[in-house]
């Protein structure tokens, strides 16, 4: 049994040699392909594997017809829109993602981009804090909820929107639930997004619900660039200069918007909420304990290309 690491953005070491240990301990072989560039590479390395683990590495149809015997793709991580699971179930590859292993990270670095902006990028002028404003968090899945447990420490007012969520398990961690997006962006002056990219979700957040938010208004994209409208993310940047924007996922038209808006804007150079050593060894290992579960007993509970 062959098991393939492939990552452009590599797991720290440590989390590799956890996940070494995991398949080789199984009797399988791990191949590892890191930082590739080129796309052929992956195209390559595939070939003869029969299970797949990566991060967001796009699997589309072209990585899995080059893979004849692959039987199972494990994306650590909990976003799975870079996998064609179409593609995949019509070759009959069973697709999982780990999650929750890396929301701690995720939140954590919601809160450096919070406090940075609110700190006008440490430029020396007087900022604002965190400690008694409004905090909407946008899906309470497992970073939102871990965003929630950190904002407390902050002492932030925080309410989540989340229709699959039952009021009771946000009021249960000290949120307002709060029932439409409209709301959750009107109300709050930090707002925190987390939603998948999903065909509803893409493009769902631009003009007029970040004008909606109240001056000052700070919004935190540590999810996906796809569900933000440019066009008008652009439009309410020029016209409220209150306004600030930071995201771990740099916008399409990145350098144009920080060469246009500057400090009220901050972009990673890398999608970094998961680059932690703790994310990595977490969502590394579980993802080649999962992979070594479906290969030697078909578990698959993480199935996610149902
Ligand atoms: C996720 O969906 O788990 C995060 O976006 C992390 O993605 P990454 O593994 O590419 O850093």
Known sequence: MKVLIATEKPFAAVAVDGMRKVIEEAG???VLLEKYTDRKDLLAA????????IRSDKVDGEVLAAAPKLKVVVRAGAGYDNVDLEAATERGVCVQNTPGQNSNAV????FGLAVMMCRNM??????SELKDKTLGIQAFGQVGRNVARIA??????????DPYCPDNVMEDAGVSPVHSVKELYRNNKVVSIHIPATPETRKSIGYELIMSMPKGGLLINTARKEV????GLIKALDERADIKYAADVAPDRAAEIKERFGDRVFFTPKKMGAQTSEANINAGIAAARQVISFLTTGEERFRVNK
């Open 46 to 53: 595939v070939a003869d594997v029969d299970a797949l683990i």
């Open 228 to 231: 933000i409208d440019e066009e």
């Open 107 to 110: 939140a954590e670095l919601v």
């Open 152 to 161: 407390r420490g902050f002492e932030m007012n925080v309410s989540a929107l």
């Open 122 to 127: 440490y430029n020396g002028t007087s900022g």
């Open 28 to 30: 399988a072989e791990l």
